[in-house]
């Protein structure tokens, strides 16, 4: 155990993540990671439609990173199956 756990041993979770919060980087706060029902279910026919990271972005004029956010949340859930060729096009 590290000196700044070593702290962390008689508080509760909810202020373990205060403390662990505080001065901590969060990555990815500039994205826009909220899909409504209606976009995810159009990301999922451009997805079967075999369309690429690129036009699904420009569809939904979004960043690509939110995009691709999304697909691998879709994968890792089993809403979508993963491709057998590259998503970046």
């Not at 369309?51 to 890792?76: H, P, S, T, Y």
């Amino acid at each position: 155990m590290n000196k700044n756990e070593s702290h962390m041993l008689n508080k509760t979770w909810a202020e373990q993540k205060i403390s662990l919060k505080e001065g901590a980087y969060v990555a990815g706060i500039q994205f826009n990671y909220i899909w409504t029902s209606w976009e995810k279910a159009e990301f999922k026919r451009l997805w079967k439609a075999d369309k690429g990271l690129m036009f699904i972005a420009n569809f939904f004029d979004r960043r690509w990173e939110e995009v691709l956010v999304l697909a691998a949340d879709l994968v890792d859930r089993g809403e979508l199956k993963a491709r057998e060729r590259a998503f970046f096009q």
